[in-house]
């Protein structure tokens, strides 16, 4: 059963050998036209190259931009809370002075209801 089978697949690898381009059996032979198309390939390779380059560093670009906006917006934030906790000092100092007043105010109240001085 593997004999067969093994045949084939020679035979196959065979033909597909004979096919191969050009470019993969051996020398060619017009030398000057295939040294035009090694320039060429290498040229579009270069191009490519250039232009990965390019969109390489305009992502970079577009990243130290996001950076710095996510830093100043981080330090923006904090100053925002910096400043909310201040108030928030300010408003439980108002609110601990307010229920202390409020209390002596009652107190006073009910002393002078009852008659004491």
């Known amino acids: 059963m ?7 697949l020679a ?23 295939d040294g035009q198309q090694r320039v060429e390939f290498a040229r579009r390779a270069a191009e490519r190259a250039d ?11 577009r990243g130290e931009s996001a950076l710095e906006s996510a830093q100043w917006q981080l330090e923006n934030a904090k100053a925002q809370l910096e400043q909310a906790r201040k108030n928030f000092d300010v408003a439980r100092t108002k609110a601990s002075e307010s229920r202390a007043a409020y209390e ?3 107190a006073q109240f009910d002393r002078r209801r009852r008659g004491a001085p």
């Open 2 to 8: 593997r004999a067969p089978l093994l045949l084939a």
């Open 11 to 33: 035979a196959l690898c065979t033909v597909a050998t004979a096919q191969a381009p050009v470019e993969e059996r051996g020398v060619s032979a017009n030398l000057p036209l």
């Open 51 to 61: 232009s990965d380059l390019k969109d390489a560093e305009r992502s970079v670009r």
């Open 104 to 106: 002596r105010e009652s």
